[in-house]
């Protein structure tokens, strides 16, 4: 909220959609520690928690060893495969394997409903990588920078404008 106390009904909501992935995450958790430590790559792997809800996992290297992070994230993309409510997202140093309730887009859309019930809301959506687009899209306007991933990736027609 905006006071920054949780959002009780936002938390209860996730709490109750987390429940299903737990037991799945719990031992994705385990089974990528041990590989790492079997295979010595120094990958750190843990769970990402806030207000006491375990969100999603992790594997960061802090020798910036993306070899050893390439082989985690093909251990978990073989381990998620048949799983429709995990999937895997790498960016640099950041290997994660995420329920697919925890969403920017989930959480855009649910802000705008609870806003939009008081009365009419203007969104701005700012996002510089191509996986900000999916929450962006639920906004009035949209905003990225230059320099980022987005407008990198737009077609040639429209970049020609720098």
């Given amino acids: 909220k905006p006071d920054g106390t949780p959002d009780l009904l936002?938390?209860?909501?996730?709490?109750?959609?987390?429940?299903?992935?737990?037991?799945?995450?719990q031992g994705l958790l385990e089974?990528?520690?041990?590989?790492?430590?079997?295979?010595?790559?120094?990958?750190?792997?843990?769970?990402?928690?806030?207000?006491?809800l375990p969100l999603y996992l992790v594997a960061k290297h802090r020798?910036?060893?993306?070899?050893?992070?390439?082989?985690?994230?093909?251990?978990?993309?073989?381990g998620i495969a048949a799983l429709e409510?995990?999937?895997?997202?790498?960016?640099?140093?950041?290997?994660?394997?995420?329920?697919?309730?925890?969403?920017?887009?989930a959480a855009v859309q649910y802000v705008l409903e609870r806003e939009k019930a008081t009365g009419p809301v203007l969104s701005i959506g700012l996002g510089d990588s191509v996986s900000d687009l999916e929450f962006m899209s639920l906004c009035d306007f949209l905003m990225t920078p230059r320099a980022g991933q987005v407008f990198s990736t737009l077609p040639r027609d429209l970049t020609a404008f720098r």
């Avoid at 936002?10 to 995450?25: K, N, S, Y």
Wanted: with cysteine.
């Fill in 63 to 78: 020798g910036l060893d993306m070899d050893a992070l390439e082989r985690v994230r093909q251990f978990w993309l073989a």
């Fill in 31 to 52: 089974s990528a520690q041990e590989f790492s430590r079997i295979h010595n790559l120094g990958a750190e792997i843990y769970w990402i928690e806030e207000d006491g």
């Fill in 10 to 25: 936002w938390h209860a909501r996730m709490l109750h959609q987390l429940e299903d992935v737990q037991t799945t995450l």
């Fill in 85 to 105: 409510n995990l999937y895997l997202f790498a960016n640099g140093n950041n290997v994660a394997v995420l329920p697919r309730c925890i969403s920017k887009r």
